[in-house]
């Protein structure tokens, strides 16, 4: 904040604080608005945010990643930076009787065209970590419904406070992809692309993701900007996704979801003034009768489906990196958890089901020769009862041998995690309580 303070005015000031520092592979740029130390600090707070959004564990407090968030923010938006605030952070200030005059500087918390080149040069911050934010905010959901909804809230009121940084921001992206329909339009910033292409490529180098982080971009990372992409890794279909999720989740609150419903109002309307008529497919029939088929069938998007039902297929769902490798969520018991998916690796292993291999080689035909004088012999009852053991050992193991050969074949796996679920465990704790009182009723 102090920094972008000082962009507007002299940068002397600016040039002070960075006074020793090597400014080697930095473009000192002559716009006021941009100021000198902006190429400094560009990459490393790119990184920081990026790194405590994406690494950002489950478990974790969402305050936590809120303190990041407010850091994003306040570098996104520069022009509403006033000394009045940075006073607030002054010790020999923080006892003073007077109070600042209203209205001052209202005129400098919109977004100008002033700002253009600042916006341009630090584009990722306004498209790509948006949509990096908004798999977090999926990751986050189930949490803290009422805090992630309301830093969502926050985002869409940077990007919509004003329609030239809408415009501008949609413009680069046209100019980024080549989209000849504003080609025209684009041409004043046909000149950033290149550096924001290999900034995409340079600022994200390194920072890998797993299949166990609930991201939604490790397999599409660093390729593209997604901001006003129509697909389904795109800004617009992602926040769909997570306003659906949402609505689940405000539903379970205990006690007044006032504000939570609020936010999600807010940011459906935040939606429509951002990617309404900049993207294709937003428009939809929104007379009475699809707004009531949407509101009926709003509850089946989460019934489970079955093919027998014909509304989908086994072979349609995808799944994203293995299930056993999930994260741990706040259903299940986590170091019993831990436990049975180490025990379940060690049985696959044991059993190899997970080898990718599933044909196994056909045995070989097996000749039993009896000597003549066993023939002759009549058993007792014990050597029935022998054979009636052995007779039931063989179908056992033959049936477990079909049930090897037909989860090889169709890569099952086994998966003792589902024990580790709170809600079964308290079940069984119930249940074996209710036993034990039945026992001493009757005893």
């Not at 992630?148 to 949609?170: F, G, P, W």
Request: charged share 25%; net charge positive.
């Amino acid at each position: 904040m102090y920094l972008n303070r000082c962009a507007d005015g002299p940068q002397t000031n600016a040039r002070t604080v960075f006074q020793g520092m090597p400014a080697r592979n930095v473009m000192v740029s002559s716009d006021s608005q941009v100021g000198f130390w902006n190429p400094l600090i560009q990459r490393p707070m790119y990184r920081f945010v990026l790194r405590a959004f994406l690494f950002c564990p489950i478990g974790a407090v969402i305050k936590n990643a809120t303190q990041v968030f407010s850091v994003w923010l306040a570098y996104m938006e520069p022009w509403k930076v006033t000394q009045d605030q940075l006073d607030e952070y002054d010790v020999s200030l923080t006892n003073r009787t007077d109070t600042p005059q209203a209205g001052v500087g209202k005129e400098k918390l919109m977004y100008t065209p002033a700002w253009k080149n600042y916006v341009l040069s630090n584009y990722l911050f306004y498209s790509s970590m948006v949509v990096h934010f908004l798999g977090f905010a999926h990751k986050f959901i189930h949490s803290d419904v009422s805090s992630v909804l309301l830093m969502i809230l926050k985002v869409l009121e940077v990007l919509s406070s004003s329609t030239e940084l809408v415009d501008l921001l949609y413009k680069v992206d046209n100019a980024y992809h080549c989209r000849p329909s504003c080609s025209s339009e684009s041409e004043d910033v046909l000149k950033f692309v290149p550096s924001i292409r290999e900034q995409l490529k340079d600022w994200e180098d390194g920072l890998t993701e797993t299949d166990a982080d609930g991201s939604f971009l490790h397999e599409n990372r660093n390729s593209d900007l997604r901001l006003f992409n129509c697909g389904e890794d795109g800004a617009y279909h992602l926040l769909q996704l997570l306003l659906i999720r949402a609505d689940l989740e405000i539903q379970r609150l205990p006690g007044d979801s006032s504000q939570a419903l609020q936010s999600l109002d807010l940011i459906k309307s935040r939606m429509k003034k951002i990617f309404q008529g900049r993207i294709e497919g937003t428009h939809r029939d929104t007379s009475p009768k699809a707004l009531q088929h949407e509101q009926q069938g709003r509850g089946e998007i989460f019934t489970p489906k079955h093919p027998l039902l014909g509304r989908s297929k086994f072979s349609e769902v995808k799944y994203r990196g293995d299930w056993m490798k999930r994260p741990i969520s706040e259903t299940e018991v986590a170091w019993l958890a831990r436990i049975l998916i180490r025990l379940s690796e060690r049985l696959n292993d044991a059993l190899r089901l997970s080898c990718d291999d599933g044909d196994d080689n056909p045995a070989n035909p097996t000749y039993i020769k009896f000597d003549r004088n066993e023939l002759t012999t009549i058993g007792g009852p014990k050597d029935a009862a022998r054979m009636a053991l052995v007779a039931v050992c063989s179908l056992l193991a033959l049936v477990g041998q079909a049930l090897l050969k037909f989860m090889r074949a169709h890569r099952v796996k086994i998966n003792l995690r589902v024990f580790a679920s709170k809600k079964l465990l308290a079940g069984l704790v119930l249940l074996y309580a209710v036993v034990v009182g039945t026992r001493k009723a009757f005893s």
